[in-house]
């Protein structure tokens, strides 16, 4: 089984509109680097320069009912 870990770098003190950036890994490769910010949270993919980015109503919707979300993405994808 894999070991994860994650490494997150926080702000040293409360600033307006400062992300929180957490970087995922497996083992000893990294998976990529998750920025949180009050307006969404961005997916970078390792190697990646463009962030894949979600609003927290679409994480909350996607997490609730994960099922109901993939069949909704496979249905905009023509599967």
Known sequence: MPRHHIEI????????NVDTTI????????LGEMRISR???????????IPRRIT????????NDP??????LRRADGQ
């Open 9 to 16: 770098s926080l702000p040293t003190k409360p600033l307006k």
């Open 23 to 30: 970087a995922v890994w497996s083992d000893d490769e990294k």
């Open 39 to 49: 307006g969404s949270l961005d997916w970078i993919p390792s190697g990646a320069q």
């Open 56 to 63: 927290w109503e679409n994480l909350a919707y996607l997490l």
């Open 67 to 72: 099922d109901r979300a993939l069949q909704a």
